[in-house]
């Protein structure tokens, strides 16, 4: 079975910062990518920012220079700085990881969500 355990969320307010950090563990061969993906109300999920095993990384436009996505690869661990944030942050964070499992087969797998709440 594999876990992608999520934490850093909270409330914080217009401009101030956040670090979300998502670890994965159990039934894994190997990691192609990580990311985190966010869902406000209302709204459908997207792409906030993924890390590939070469460490490419790939951004939203709405988060562009404001949001940095790195990774520690011996703890299959990535970490999601998020600064100068914005109301429009305002979502369900999820992290995933894109992985073959221990019966060599890729799939997507998802955290339980951390909510962020950027308000004044």
């Known amino acids: 079975q594999v876990q992608l355990v999520e934490s850093g969320g909270g409330l914080v307010q217009p401009g101030g910062s956040l670090r979300l950090s998502c670890a994965a563990s159990g039934s894994i061969f190997k990691i192609n990518a990580m990311g985190w993906y966010r869902q406000a109300p209302g709204k459908q999920r997207e792409l906030v920012a993924t890390i590939t095993n070469g460490g490419s990384t790939n951004y939203a436009d709405a988060v562009k220079g404001r949001f940095t996505l790195t990774r520690d690869n011996a703890e299959n661990t990535v970490f999601l700085q998020m600064n100068n944030l914005k109301p429009e942050d305002t979502a369900v964070y999820y992290c995933?990881?894109?992985?073959?499992?221990?019966?060599?087969?890729?799939?997507?797998?998802w955290g339980q969500g951390t909510q962020v709440t950027v308000s004044s």
């Open positions: 995933n990881a894109r992985l073959m499992n221990s019966d060599y087969r890729w799939g997507d797998y």
